[in-house]
């Protein structure tokens, strides 16, 4: 039994810490809330020159070659430091789903781009409120041209092109295409509960696209693309997590009421044991689905799934309840609790809901024992 | 990361299985003796084979395995069904590494390989009326008399002491002193003249617990362990091991059970796993258990690199109890009217979910109640501070009481 990070791995773990400790303290995040701009382009930078971008690509597209192990640490950290770009929206969803389901060609092209930060990437699948199902979606693609509308588009404003789920008559109901944006596309931003991280509303005229995969087979190549995302999501989450209960402790212990710590009541102390006790279950969870995603293993769909549901259940607890330790002053805009508070429900929405995915995880199971 | 054996883990996980193939006893065996017979017979067999308590020394009756390998067993003796058992987790989990740690050679000598050899069965005297999470309260009082101590007092919730041979025992010897500073250690005999067991009935209608009485009851004083006043330290080697051992406990009632419950009952006359709440908490349990799973593989990994278990193993019985309460709850629900019948030739799984109904609030509570587990989680793994102790450094003859005595 060996189930723990690799010596490497727990390096690289120490080594991004610092390094977004130096460069993301949470001034940076709320620099990019208080101008709304989305993102920090410089942190972005730097973020790109690390090679965190290229880390899963693999060497002949211009990638790092690391596994998906390496991604999970630099995903944890990222979430720890509520870090305000679009590393989820290039990495975790365009530069997978090009792996996926790209053609030669189509990696040849674009990776080594993703890779080197040249190119910002994202995937493009709600229209407005309500799941994404083959019968809600009105996108549709025809003669290489794509018509529709997605909303909400996360770092549509910054990225260069958008993997963009349309309907199909055919097949699963779906197609992925990939679309250079630009010419035919417009981009609108949205504000949402997080303005740390861009979304925007993305009108496609009839721009040209390539597709993705083969017509008709969009939704399930989504599906996969969601799980291996999930995993990553998760690890994100779990940062956060962790980082809103190391506030709360902090808080707790320092701030006085009737006469002793807040961290020595009992209404305090058990709130934060159970955000300790969410946290950990939720972080093992995520162990088994960096397992699956990085062998690519059979159990991924029960593995992401379950990472998914705990960590989103984890982050939100622990982001309401640190708040709640800091009284008063956790709601205020001066406080740092505000940004794991809405990154936790961003992250929970991003790639579908806690209920969306605690039906995913019992369909697996039913699944895998049917078969 | 992997999850597949070592070449050593293995060879190990061979050769156990190897040995249960052609050890287990058969149901014709067992056939007609009563609980306690079966499970010494197979205890003994397993000890004759050098197969029992295998992480104790070679010297105790064990075979100096490593904790890996203690899994290792517990997977493969596990697939045997109905093996007979459980009596001696007691004197095996708390009071042998007890004996281990603080008893001289001479004992360990006498007591342990009979410990390993189920020959003799221990059970722990420790909670009482007055002191159950604040168990350094407690009252029975040992009084010294030339080279004996006198024991005057009352145990309670003690599990197995109507079938056990020995027990360990903690009781106040100075109540002049702060509570934590008059208390001392021994190890008695049950069968002791002035030892009187009364069973304790449960909820559930069955008797695992009982009071144990104490009148005038003669110790020598070669049966304590550690220094006269030194039992709270004592204890608190007993104690880390009885969280440890009453967490790894699984329960019948879990996420298989009650999906195969799910996908039988229906609602609506659609199987009710199809209904979108039920998927909901039937994914929110998978997730606790496969979280606790992940956890315990990765304290696994921790030990088989040498760490010692610590406070965070909490976890394990702070979430399994609460959920197997919920989810033996929920399966009832989804019976409907016929979720209350707890008949075992008319319920589902012959009452399972019935009988663990009534049978789950005393794991809440056993071993440290969900709150002291929350505490000992705040306290030790978070560093948060105790709570004030209004009782700290008073005599313990002058702590308030609300009327106990």
Same mark, same amino acid.
């Given at each position: 039994m060996n189930f723990e990070f690799s010596e490497d791995q727990n390096l690289l773990r120490e080594q991004a810490r610092g390094f977004l400790a130096d460069n993301c303290p949470t001034t940076v995040v709320r620099k990019v809330l208080n101008a709304e701009t989305g993102h920090d382009a410089d942190l972005w930078r730097k973020v790109v020159d690390m090679g965190w971008t290229a880390t899963a690509i693999p060497e002949e597209f211009g990638g790092l070659g690391l596994g998906y192990l390496e991604l999970c640490v630099i995903a944890e950290e990222l979430g720890r430091a509520v870090a305000p770009i679009p590393f989820s929206s290039s990495v975790y969803l365009a530069t997978e789903a090009l792996l996926l389901a790209g053609s030669q060609a189509q990696k040849e092209k674009w990776l080594p781009k993703l890779a080197a930060g040249e190119v910002i990437?994202?995937?493009?699948?709600?229209?407005?409120?309500?799941?994404?199902?083959?019968?809600?979606?009105?996108?549709?693609?025809?003669?290489?041209?794509?018509?529709?509308?997605?909303?909400?588009?996360?770092?549509?404003?910054?990225?260069?092109?958008?993997?963009?789920?349309?309907?199909?008559?055919?097949?699963?109901?779906?197609?992925?295409?990939?679309?250079?944006?630009?010419?035919?596309?417009?981009?609108?931003?949205?504000?949402?509960?997080?303005?740390?991280?861009?979304?925007?509303?993305?009108?496609?005229?009839?721009?040209?696209?390539?597709?993705?995969?083969?017509?008709?087979?969009?939704?399930?190549?989504?599906?996969?693309?969601?799980?291996?995302?999930?995993?990553?999501?998760?690890?994100?989450?779990?940062?956060?997590?962790?980082?809103?209960?190391?506030?709360?402790?902090?808080?707790?212990?320092?701030?006085?009421?009737?006469?002793?710590?807040?961290?020595?009541?009992?209404?305090?102390?058990?709130?934060?044991?159970?955000?300790?006790?969410?946290?950990?279950?939720?972080?093992?969870?995520?162990?088994?689905?960096?397992?699956?995603?990085?062998?690519?293993?059979?159990?991924?769909?029960?593995?992401?799934?379950?990472?998914?549901?705990?960590?989103?259940?984890?982050?939100?607890?622990?982001?309401?309840?640190?708040?709640?330790?800091?009284?008063?002053?956790?709601?205020?805009?001066?406080?740092?609790?505000?940004?794991?508070?809405?990154?936790?429900?961003?992250?929970?929405?991003?790639?579908?809901?806690?209920?969306?995915?605690?039906?995913?995880?019992?369909?697996?199971?039913e699944q895998n024992t049917a078969a | 990361?992997?999850?597949?054996?070592?070449?050593?883990?293995?060879?190990?996980?061979?050769?156990?299985?190897?040995?249960?193939?052609?050890?287990?006893?058969?149901?014709?065996?067992?056939?007609?003796?009563? =609980?306690?017979?079966?499970?010494?017979?197979?205890?003994?067999?397993?000890?004759?084979?050098?197969?029992?308590?295998?992480?104790? =020394?070679?010297?105790?009756?064990?075979?100096?395995?490593?904790?890996?390998?203690?899994?290792?067993?517990?997977?493969?003796?596990?697939?045997?069904?109905?093996? =007979?058992?459980?009596?001696?987790?007691?004197?095996?989990?708390?009071?042998?590494?007890?004996?281990?740690?603080?008893?001289?050679?001479?004992?360990?000598?006498?007591?342990?390989?009979?410990?390993?050899?189920?020959?003799?069965?221990?059970?722990?005297?420790?909670?009482?009326?007055?002191?159950?999470?604040?168990?350094?309260?407690?009252?029975?009082?040992?009084?010294?008399?030339?080279?004996?101590?006198?024991?005057?007092?009352?145990?309670?919730?003690?599990?197995?002491?109507?079938?056990?041979?020995?027990?360990?025992?903690?009781?106040?010897?100075? =109540?002049?002193?702060?509570?934590?500073?008059?208390?001392?250690y021994f190890y008695i005999n049950m069968k002791s003249p002035g030892v009187e067991v009364k069973p304790i009935k449960q909820i559930s209608g069955e008797a695992h617990f009982n009071e144990v009485y104490f009148t005038d009851v003669r110790v020598p004083d070669s049966q304590r362990l550690g220094a006269v006043g030194q039992g709270w330290q004592v204890s608190l080697t007993t104690l880390m091991n009885e969280r440890a051992s009453i967490g790894a406990g699984g329960s019948a009632v879990g996420f298989d059970s009650v999906f195969k419950l799910a996908q039988k009952v229906e609602i609506d006359d659609r199987p009710a796993i199809e209904n979108a709440s039920v998927r909901a908490k039937l994914a929110d349990w998978y997730c606790q258990e496969s979280g606790l799973r992940y956890t315990a593989y990765r304290t696994l990994t921790a030990l088989s690199r040498g760490a010692i278990p610590g406070p965070e193993n909490s976890i394990g019985k702070l979430v399994g109890a609460p959920k197997t309460q919920d989810m033996a709850s929920f399966a009832m629900d989804l019976l409907e009217q016929a979720g209350a019948i707890r008949d075992e030739s008319l319920s589902e799984e012959m009452a399972l979910y019935q009988n663990t109904y009534l049978s789950i609030p005393g794991l809440r509570i056993a071993g440290g109640t969900d709150e002291i587990m929350a505490n000992i989680i705040a306290e030790r793994v978070l560093g948060l501070p105790q709570d004030v102790r209004v009782d700290k450094g008073i005599p313990f003859s002058e702590v308030p009481t609300g009327g106990a005595k």
């Open positions: 990437g994202t995937f493009a699948m709600a229209e407005g409120a309500g799941r994404t199902t083959a019968k809600s979606i009105k996108t549709r693609v025809s003669g290489g041209r794509i018509t529709g509308t997605k909303v909400p588009v996360p770092d549509a404003a910054v990225a260069g092109i958008a993997v963009v789920l349309a309907g199909h008559n055919g097949g699963d109901g779906g197609t992925l295409c990939l679309v250079e944006l630009g010419q035919g596309t417009s981009v609108t931003p949205v504000r949402t509960v997080d303005p740390s991280r861009g979304h925007a509303e993305l009108r496609l005229d009839g721009a040209a696209c390539e597709i993705l995969g083969r017509e008709g087979e969009g939704f399930t190549l989504t599906q996969t693309i969601l799980d291996r995302a999930a995993v990553l999501f998760a690890w994100e989450q779990v940062g956060g997590s962790e980082a809103a209960l190391e506030q709360a402790r902090a808080y707790a212990l320092g701030r006085y009421a009737f006469g002793r710590p807040i961290a020595s009541y009992q209404a305090i102390k058990h709130k934060l044991a159970n955000m300790y006790v969410k946290n950990t279950l939720a972080r093992s969870n995520c162990y088994y689905g960096a397992w699956a995603l990085n062998a690519n293993a059979p159990e991924l769909r029960v593995a992401a799934a379950t990472a998914r549901v705990s960590a989103t259940q984890a982050y939100y607890f622990a982001s309401k309840e640190n708040i709640q330790t800091h009284g008063g002053m956790g709601y205020t805009w001066e406080f740092d609790c505000q940004f794991y508070y809405r990154r936790a429900k961003l992250l929970s929405v991003a790639i579908g809901s806690e209920a969306l995915w605690q039906d995913r995880l019992i369909t697996a199971i | 990361m992997d999850f597949s054996d070592s070449p050593k883990e293995a060879a190990f996980r061979a050769e156990a299985k190897a040995w249960l193939a052609s050890n287990v006893p058969s149901a014709a065996e067992l056939d007609g003796l009563d =609980p306690l017979t079966a499970a010494k017979l197979w205890q003994k067999r397993k000890y004759d084979a050098g197969w029992a308590c295998i992480t104790w =020394p070679k010297e105790f009756g064990g075979r100096g395995a490593s904790a890996i390998e203690q899994v290792i067993w517990n997977q493969e003796e596990s697939k045997f069904q109905g093996l =007979p058992g459980g009596v001696f987790s007691i004197g095996q989990g708390m009071a042998a590494p007890t004996l281990m740690t603080w008893a001289n050679d001479e004992a360990k000598a006498r007591f342990i390989p009979k410990l390993a050899s189920g020959e003799e069965i221990w059970c722990q005297l420790f909670s009482e009326p007055a002191g159950g999470s604040d168990l350094a309260a407690l009252r029975t009082r040992a009084v010294k008399d030339g080279d004996e101590w006198v024991i005057n007092g009352q145990k309670i919730w003690t599990s197995g002491a109507h079938y056990s041979d020995w027990a360990i025992l903690v009781v106040r010897t100075d =109540p002049s002193v702060p509570k934590h500073k008059g208390l001392t």
